[in-house]
């Protein structure tokens, strides 16, 4: 079955630092893969997507993340962290066999916080 | 630019009542859902609502649970019997087309169930 793995479960950064959050998946297939940003109050907001092409992949935000098939992973990187990127992301898969209706899978979320 | 709206932010009501959740989805999309969010658990699928009929449920979503587009600008989910394991934040997304057109989602709805 497909599946989503966040192994990092609440991360924090200083302001101005670099950031990387990590995302694993498991699919038998090229994925569709996603990341979101929840802040607080809010919903959940796309921050970028992988269907296919350039591995790398430029999101809202500053945002970027790399698919690299050979580790299963899909990491979200940013160079250089603001305070109010402190939030919830998830990344999220979207399940084989459910065609253009597209259900997600996603991970467990990865808690960011800045330190100023 | 256009938002997902879902009522309440948070409801608490006791085990066994019914509630129904509100979500008013933006106007030209096509494609609803709800997904949930245990407290410390992944948000999962529940239902997905196309032409007026549900197109895909998940193991969770029972016979307790029911969704209706009852005016062509609301979308309900309803849970006839709560119980304490429905306790949850519970998303409304909607899509214009479905997957290669993205999803919105609103922010959510807490239900407490006591």
């Known amino acids: 079955a497909q599946s989503v793995t966040q192994p990092d479960i609440h991360i924090t950064v200083s302001e101005g630092a670099s950031l990387e959050l990590r995302c694993n998946y498991s699919?038998?297939?090229?994925?569709?893969l996603f990341w979101y940003v929840q802040s607080p109050g809010q919903g959940l907001q796309l921050l970028l997507k992988?269907?296919?092409?350039?591995?790398l992949v430029q999101g809202i935000k500053g945002f970027e993340a790399e698919f690299k098939r050979s580790q299963s992973s899909f990491n979200l990187r940013k160079p250089s962290v603001h305070w109010s990127d402190a939030a919830e992301y998830f990344c999220?898969?979207?399940?084989?066999?459910?065609?253009?209706?597209?259900?997600?899978?996603f991970g467990q979320g990865t808690t960011l916080q800045v330190k100023p | 630019e256009p938002e997902v709206t879902q009522t309440p932010s948070h409801q608490v009501t006791q085990m066994g009542q019914e509630v129904i959740l509100r979500c008013v989805p933006i106007?030209?999309?096509?494609?609803f859902y709800w997904y949930r969010q245990i407290l410390g658990q992944k948000v999962e699928f529940l239902v997905s609502?196309?032409?007026?009929?549900?197109?895909?449920k998940s193991e969770i979503f029972d016979d307790q649970f029911s969704v209706e587009r009852p005016d062509g600008s609301n979308f309900t989910l309803k849970i006839r019997s709560t119980k304490l394991e429905d306790s949850a934040m519970y998303f409304c997304?909607?899509?214009?087309?479905?997957?290669?057109?993205?999803?919105?989602f609103g922010s959510g709805t807490r239900l407490t169930v006591v």
């Open positions: 997304a909607s899509s214009a087309g479905g997957l290669f057109y993205g999803y919105t």
């Open positions: 699919y038998g297939a090229t994925p569709y």
């Open positions: 992988y269907f296919s092409g350039d591995t």
């Open positions: 999220a898969v979207v399940g084989r066999g459910s065609g253009n209706t597209g259900i997600l899978i």
């Open positions: 106007s030209n999309h096509l494609y």
């Open positions: 609502f196309y032409n007026n009929e549900i197109s895909e």
